[in-house]
């Protein structure tokens, strides 16, 4: 700033920290000598778009950290307790049940070939890793991620809360809808929305409707989004109706959350009691046994 450069100019020299949309939307405020309102827009977006996340990151704390400690528990039982107890029984001679059987080969297999899958494992994430990172590998990945029960159309309204937001913000601080949409593709992750994009991107400059553009992309567009655009277009609102699609689909995304922590909280406790029940008939179905022949 000092050397003369424009506030927008100086912050794209920081890509790391100011994306592509933000930089745009400064510039914009430049143009049309309108900075004040595009600042405030600006402070408006984040703290909404953090807003958002927040609950959505929020929502997916307990069941990540259930499911990370049932597998660290897991493996310890594996490691330290089962050996100790099955030797304990071999030394004993107690009758050992079904359910004790199959722990002891679980444990003594985790024991003797653990570097085998320790290297299986990290040769399966690598080639995952080289398999996303091509395009046509990313899409199919994509692709399934969007498919996931739950998980799926809730990735979907989350992204399309992200765009939404985004372009309107870009048209009502005065960004063409072309470059709108071309800064929106770089924000985009999903290779599948991103693609969609660049083609809406490609029929406007074309000289089509944003909304005929959007319409013919319902596999990651829902009606909505090219209904409500094309009544913007009309009237001349293209930025108020978008934003009043992201509510939406931010009202549709909290739903979604909820949905989603109430459908994990009881299949993880499901899982976690079928775990410990397990493991107690498997632990204890030896000593049972070993009392019942002592006579005890």
């Not at 297999?109 to 320790?118: G, H, I, Q, Y």
């Not at 009691?273 to 009392?291: K, S």
Request: glycine share 8%; with cysteine; net charge neutral.
């Amino acid at each position: 700033m000092s050397e003369g450069d424009p506030l927008s100019k100086a912050c794209a020299k920081h890509d790391k920290i100011f994306s592509a949309t933000y930089t745009s939307i400064l510039k914009a405020g430049e143009t049309g000598g309108v900075m004040e309102k595009v600042l405030l827009r600006l402070a408006e977006n984040m703290e909404r778009e953090s807003d958002f996340r927040s609950k959505v990151k929020g929502a997916m704390v307990y069941p990540i950290i259930v499911v990370v400690g049932m597998i660290i528990v897991a493996i310890l039982m594996m490691i330290f307790v089962i050996p100790k107890m099955t030797s304990l029984y071999t030394d004993l001679g107690a009758t050992l049940p079904l359910p004790t059987k199959i722990l002891m080969g679980i444990s003594g297999a985790f024991l003797r070939f653990w570097p085998v899958v320790l290297i299986l494992g990290l040769l399966g994430g690598y080639s995952f890793s080289v398999y996303t990172s091509s395009h046509d590998g990313r899409r199919v990945y994509d692709r399934f991620l969007l498919k996931v029960p739950i998980i799926g159309p809730l990735q979907r309204k989350v992204m399309l809360t992200d765009i939404t937001r985004t372009l309107s913000l870009l048209v009502s601080a005065g960004v063409s809808i072309l470059e709108s949409l071309n800064v929106v593709v770089g924000i985009v992750k999903n290779t599948i929305m991103k693609d969609a994009l660049k083609d809406v991107a490609a029929q406007v400059e074309k000289g089509f409707p944003v909304a005929y553009a959007f319409a013919k992309h319902d596999e990651a567009f829902p009606f909505i989004v090219s209904q409500m655009t094309a009544v913007g277009e009309q009237t001349g609102k293209t930025d108020e109706v978008l934003l009043k699609v992201s509510h939406i689909f931010e009202n549709e995304s909290d739903t979604a959350v909820k949905a989603l922590t109430s459908a994990i909280e009881p299949v993880v406790m499901i899982v976690l009691g079928l775990g410990v029940g397990f493991l107690v008939i498997a632990i204890i179905l030896p000593i049972y046994n070993l009392t019942s022949q002592l006579g005890v």
